[in-house]
């Protein structure tokens, strides 16, 4: 539900933000444990409001050369508003936003520069539109502040493993075409 009213009510009903006056969250960032599901919920609200889904593992951002990272969010976010409406997955988010300490190596330095081209692109002056933006991480203890405050992946949402009953019911959707005696 809280997906729903963050990234499928802003992509497919935009009018009803504008008629009561208020910006649509840009993004939302899933967090929880290792197969929960955050990727396949991502793709699955892409699939249901037909947009483009755009899928980053935050970790290949970080380039060795300088500069290049920050070209590849950059490139990202203009393909992505080229094909909108869109969906920028970013999954392991902590891989380029987690806390900044002093900066010492060129490799930090560089880490630095991709994730302020990310916060640029979140904040922005061309204006997102029907962009929406899903950062997952297993590791929400240590991204940097930066990235989940207000304007930018504001909506936090805890992603769980499923309960007994869930599990019950994936076991049969997953199950449903075999034959199987008990």
């Known amino acids: 539900n809280e997906i729903k009213e963050v990234v499928e ?16 969250p840009k993004g939302v960032l899933l967090y929880g444990e290792p197969g ?7 793709k699955a609200v892409a699939a249901s409001t037909k947009s483009t889904f755009i899928e980053v593992v935050a970790s290949e951002l970080v380039q060795k050369f300088i500069g290049e990272g920050a070209k590849l969010v950059k490139e990202i976010f203009d393909f992505a508003r080229k094909k ?5 997955f970013i999954d392991e988010l902590d891989a380029l936003a987690s806390k900044r300490m002093e900066i010492g190596t060129s490799g930090e330095r560089e880490v630095n520069r991709t994730f302020m081209q990310l916060l640029a692109e979140l904040d922005g002056f061309k204006p997102l539109d029907n962009v929406k933006i899903i950062g997952a991480t297993n590791r929400k203890d ?5 990235v989940i ?3 930018r992946l504001e909506r936090l949402i805890n992603i769980q493993l499923p309960d007994k009953l869930a599990r019950k019911e994936i ?4 199950s449903s075409r075999m034959t199987i005696k008990g």
């Open 36 to 42: 929960t599901g955050k990727t396949l919920l991502a």
């Open 149 to 151: 405050r207000p304007g």
């Open 84 to 88: 909108a409406p869109a969906i920028i």
């Open 9 to 24: 009510l802003p992509l497919l009903k935009p009018h009803l933000f504008k008629k009561v006056g208020i910006e649509p």
């Open 142 to 146: 240590i991204l940097d502040p930066a």
């Open 171 to 174: 076991l049969k959707i997953h």
